[in-house]
């Protein structure tokens, strides 16, 4: 049986600990609201390799990727950036899913998340990662189980344990309202 964290922040205490910090302080969903969803903010992937799928809009990015807009970056071994339009046609595709395999690492500001795999739907506006063990973190206080999903337009996540095991949150004392 899963257990199951239904919704981080209808668990309030642990919520308002963990990610609020303050009325101002940002969201974990506000945080990697992923990548594209920003036009402003141009997308900057680099890696040891690029290989481009006009006939399935996709290219793949291989070997120490790292993929950077704004304050957002997620480092990996293999990247796969799905687009929608016509296949060599508009300069201007948007970037309609990220897969990210081999050990995942994205961070925003103090906040980080690590697992096995993530992936980024633009068009749904949902980021789901999956791992052995997935690890959030902001400053001090850490939350793991081995499923994330958010729901980046409305903050709602979904944090799921193995099978076998339990979620796990570890809170610092005082790490709230100290500007951490």
């Known amino acids: 049986m899963t257990a199951r964290l239904v919704n981080l922040a209808a668990v309030a205490c642990t919520a308002a600990l963990l990610w609020a910090g303050s ?3 940002q969201t974990f969903s506000d945080a990697f609201a992923g990548f594209g969803s920003n036009s402003a ?6 890696a040891t390799e690029l290989q481009v799928e006009d006939k399935t809009n996709s290219a793949t990015f291989v070997g120490d990727v790292v993929v950077s807009q ?7 071994q293999r990247l796969r950036v799905f687009y929608d339009g016509q ?3 508009n300069v201007q595709q948007q970037i309609s899913r990220l897969e990210a395999q081999g050990r995942v690492f994205i961070s925003a500001k103090d906040q980080t998340a690590t697992g096995d795999q993530a992936s980024f739907d633009m068009n749904r506006q949902v980021m789901v ?6 690890v959030l973190s902001q400053g001090p206080n850490v939350v793991v189980g081995n499923k994330l999903t958010v729901d980046l337009k409305t903050g709602k996540a979904d944090l799921e344990a193995p099978s076998s095991g339990r979620v796990r949150v570890l ?5 709230v309202g100290n500007g951490q």
Do not use: F, W, Y
């Open 171 to 175: 809170i610092q004392p005082n790490s």
């Open 129 to 134: 990662m999956t791992g052995r063990e997935v």
């Open 87 to 89: 296949p060599g046609g």
């Open 70 to 76: 704004g304050d957002t970056q997620l480092k990996t």
């Open 23 to 25: 009325s101002a302080a």
């Open 41 to 46: 903010e141009p997308i900057e992937i680099e």
